[in-house]
């Protein structure tokens, strides 16, 4: 895996780590601010949250409020880089840099699939692991109500429980990634 991604430079190598380890959407791994890479708590994570002040951040909508165990790879990745991702924060280059690198390597199964698709897969792998999908739908910060037509209630899903369930789908690390 390194080798395919050794043309990268390190923070766009780990954005697409990162995304392909968690399911979240490019700009929300992109545009974190330095404080909402969780490295010090006892489920390392990430925040994502509308954001004020220096470091002002939009998020999809509410749904897409929510906090990320970092597992496997992407743990990794947020501790090379626990200050966040400062060439492309608040930039639109990350998608045609990475989507350019991905294809001109052969490494896109189609032309028509981008570095995107990697949100999709990693529900995909969610599913084949045997997630419901109102857990799923949680993980990845999609509108559960909106999927159901009604209203949900209870509790979110704790931190831990979200751990487990990144757990079973987390990819092994290459020793020399860590």
């Known amino acids: 895996m390194a080798v395919a991604f050794d043309g990268l430079n390190d923070e766009a190598r780990d954005i697409l780590l990162i995304s392909i380890e968690t399911g979240c959407r490019q700009a929300e791994i992109h545009d974190l601010p330095s404080d909402a890479i969780?490295?010090?708590a006892v489920i390392p994570h990430l925040r994502i949250a509308f954001e004020d002040g220096e470091e002002k951040r939009e998020v999809?909508?509410?749904?897409?409020?929510?906090?990320?165990?970092?597992?496997?790879?992407?743990?990794?990745?947020?501790?090379r880089h626990p200050n966040g991702f400062p060439r492309y924060r608040y930039k639109r280059s990350y998608s045609a840099i990475i989507n350019g690198y991905l294809r001109d390597n052969d490494l896109m199964p189609s032309p028509k699939?981008?570095?995107?698709?990697?949100?999709?897969?990693?529900?995909?792998?969610?599913?084949?692991?045997?997630?419901?999908?109102?857990d799923r739908g949680e993980m990845m910060g999609h509108s559960v109500a909106s999927a159901r037509n009604r209203e949900i209630y209870g509790d979110e899903m704790p931190l831990g429980r979200k751990l487990d369930l990144a757990k079973t789908v987390a990819l092994e690390m290459p020793c020399h990634l860590d």
């Open 113 to 134: 699939h981008t570095a995107g698709g990697t949100r999709h897969t990693w529900e995909s792998r969610l599913k084949a692991a045997g997630i419901a999908s109102d």
């Open 60 to 79: 999809k909508n509410t749904s897409s409020v929510r906090l990320v165990p970092l597992v496997g790879v992407a743990l990794a990745a947020a501790r």
């Open 38 to 40: 969780v490295l010090d």
